[in-house]
């Protein structure tokens, strides 16, 4: 496998919407890096892949949902870069359009039910799986930990760098949507104390995010609940934002993640926590693909 030296650069881009009322946003365009290994999932995977070709695996095998945007990446990934791609999927087999493109990516599937995918967490969960394919490396769930928080770090300098064409010296924080954390935690890692990085939870309590990120950095971030009911529950109040700020901005969102996170941010401006003339950093985390989730 690999090495893989690809690391595409996303443009930061101010954004201009009305209710920002004076708080300046720019948006790092993690969407637009490529048509199909789109968003953060490409970075949270270099270092794993990176462990793989390490070991001298051939491939990767990892775990996710039927709208999972990050075997949605790997899949993709495998295909370009021409190695073989396993996922196991949480519930009972369904033809998403994300599963859809996964076969045709030719990632091979394995459905666990849903016990079997929240057994994903036991000590021994990956011995069956490493006997039938030895040569697969396993990647946890939405390419988490330490290693994949690494290899989010990349992202700070890709924003410092462009500061100058927004015409900012510097920036006060950094806002983002957290599905596992990982993105959030590399963010901090990176920042080393300079900006703090708040994480807009697409997901409730119970999925751990808190966890994730206090297992690999303490403190420099702060955590709320954009979760709007519980994981992939849209509601009309977020189905109209999405489709206003597309109409306002030009900026295309998804229900699962962005479009939670950046209106969590509007009613944190409105609530006053940010004041006036606050410079913030909103990464779009990508998954555009999850969008198809709102006709399947």
């Not at 954390?181 to 920042?191: D, M, R, W």
């Amino acid at each position: 496998m690999g090495p893989f030296d690809w690391l595409p650069r996303a443009p930061l881009e101010p954004l201009q919407l009305d209710w920002l009322s004076g708080v300046e946003v720019a948006v790092l365009r993690l969407d637009l890096i490529d048509p199909l290994i789109s968003g953060n999932k490409w970075f949270k995977l270099t270092g794993h892949l990176a462990q793989a070709r390490q070991a001298g695996a051939t491939g990767i095998i990892s775990l996710g949902g039927a709208y999972s945007n990050h075997l949605h990446a790997l899949a993709a990934a495998g295909k370009r870069f021409d190695f073989p791609t396993v996922g196991l999927l949480r519930g009972h087999p369904q033809d998403t359009s994300t599963v859809l493109d996964l076969k045709a990516f030719g990632m091979q599937l394995h459905w666990l039910g849903y016990g079997g995918y929240r057994a994903r967490h036991e000590p021994d969960f990956w011995l069956p799986w490493r006997e039938r394919y030895p040569h697969l490396h396993p990647v946890p769930e939405g390419g988490g930990g330490m290693t994949g928080a690494l290899g989010c770090g990349v992202l700070v300098e890709q924003v410092r760098m462009q500061l100058h064409t927004l015409g900012w010296a510097d920036y006060d924080a950094w806002w983002l949507a957290a599905g596992t954390g990982t993105t959030l935690a590399g963010l901090v890692l990176a920042e080393a104390g300079a900006h703090p990085v708040y994480g807009a939870m697409a997901v409730p309590d119970d999925h751990g995010v808190a966890q994730n990120v206090r297992a690999i950095v303490q403190g420099g971030y702060e955590l709320l609940d954009a979760s709007r009911g519980g994981f992939a529950k849209v509601d009309p109040q977020l189905l109209a934002f999405i489709d206003t700020t597309g109409q306002a901005s030009g900026l295309l969102l998804e229900p699962l993640y962005t479009g939670k996170a950046l209106l969590a941010l509007k009613q944190q401006i409105e609530a006053g926590v940010f004041a006036p003339g606050t410079r913030l950093v909103f990464v779009h985390t990508g998954g555009l693909q999850g969008r198809r989730g709102l006709v399947d």
